[in-house]
């Protein structure tokens, strides 16, 4: 049996607590639709096993080191994702192993509406759970791919939810460093939440002038110039990263590309400000916004002024 190991769902014992309330109370009737609810769910939620209150069902996504699973709450019915780490597997990386437990520890001090959140974490023999928020509205990279590219007013509404969840981080002192297109699901209602803070780390240090990071990684292809070049760099990597997720959005493409890759290239282009052809259609303002003052001075200095 997995233990838990950070404060989770309303998980009461439902089949102990439910019964006694009953025989305590006769003249009160639960209706008869709310009180088979759970147990419907359970009955008809088809899985592979059962990890602590949760049943675990079939598998959403797949990384290298980690997948993640669709769940069921057992005590509230209430369908959950569960990202599961394969020990073994991160015990072949020494930076994942380092800091798997890092990213729920992150994870767990952020509560923001266009952030997924992080439930409770368990852990077994073999794995590594992490139960988080179920988006229903799946991936933005498939609402891209299916749509070749997304309307403005979507990009918008988008951005500005973005903007309010890394200021919201950054204002609390943690860097995602792993903010792309691939990182970003939609609810029911199509609003943005980003997932995946296992690359996330907190920027140490009182008052205006915190450390700085140096480890490089992320996606280079969304990956800020100053951390590409491996100099020590701060929150405004996330800033670039969104700019760069806007174009992604705007255009279907990215703005940096590099055939055949190679990260040097990729950082001269950059620097040199050579960006992926703009197609006629995006407005002169989104141009202006997203273009010529490409991530650092336009998105920059909305976050910049809170800072």
Same mark, same amino acid.
């Given at each position: 049996m997995p233990a838990v190991t950070s404060e989770g769902l309303n998980d009461g014992n439902l089949d102990t607590v439910l019964p006694q309330w009953e025989s305590q109370s006769k003249e $009160?009737? $639960?209706?008869? =639709?709310?009180?088979? +609810?759970?147990q419907e769910s359970v009955k008809n939620f088809p899985h592979t096993k059962r990890v602590g209150n949760y049943l675990v069902g079939k598998m959403i996504n797949k990384g290298s080191f980690a997948k993640v699973m669709e769940g069921l709450h057992i005590p509230t019915g209430q369908k959950v994702a569960m990202k599961v780490i394969d020990k073994k597997k991160a015990k072949?990386?020494? /930076?994942?192993?380092k800091n798997m437990k890092r990213e729920p520890r992150i994870h767990q +001090?952020?509560?923001?509406?266009?952030?997924?959140? &992080?439930? !409770?974490? &368990?852990e077994t023999e073999n794995s590594y759970? +992490?139960?988080?928020?179920? =988006?229903? #509205? #799946?991936?933005? +990279?498939?609402?891209? =791919?299916?749509?070749?590219? %997304?309307e403005e007013r979507d990009v918008r509404r988008y951005i500005r939810q973005l903007l309010s969840a890394v200021e919201h981080l950054h204002r609390h002192g943690i860097v995602h460093r792993d903010l792309? $297109?691939?990182n970003f699901l939609l609810d029911e209602n199509s609003n943005i939440k980003i997932v995946d803070f296992g690359l996330s780390n907190t920027m140490r240090g009182e008052g205006l002038s915190p450390d700085l990071l140096s480890t490089q990684c992320g996606s280079p292809? /969304? @990956? @800020?110039?100053? %951390? %590409?070049?491996?100099?020590?760099?701060g929150v405004k990597v996330d800033v670039w990263s969104i700019g760069v997720s806007?174009? @992604?959005?705007l255009t279907g493409t990215l703005p940096?590309?590099? !055939?055949?890759?190679? $990260?040097?290239? %990729?950082?001269?282009?950059?620097?040199?400000g050579e960006i992926s052809p703009i197609p006629p259609d995006i407005s002169a303002g989104m141009k202006i916004f997203n273009l010529y003052q490409q991530c650092e001075t336009g998105i920059s200095s909305l976050l910049s002024a809170k800072e």
């Open positions: $009160i009737q $639960i209706i008869a =639709c709310f009180s088979k +609810m759970p072949q990386d020494s /930076y994942v192993l +001090m952020i509560k923001h509406p266009s952030i997924v959140q &992080l439930y !409770e974490t &368990l759970y +992490m139960v988080m928020e179920l =988006c229903l #509205g #799946g991936d933005l +990279m498939d609402r891209i =791919c299916d749509k070749k590219k %997304l792309k $297109i691939e292809a /969304y @990956a @800020a110039p100053e %951390l %590409l070049a491996n100099k020590k760099y806007m174009f @992604a959005m940096f590309t590099v !055939e055949p890759f190679n $990260i040097k290239h %990729l950082h001269q282009k950059m620097v040199n």
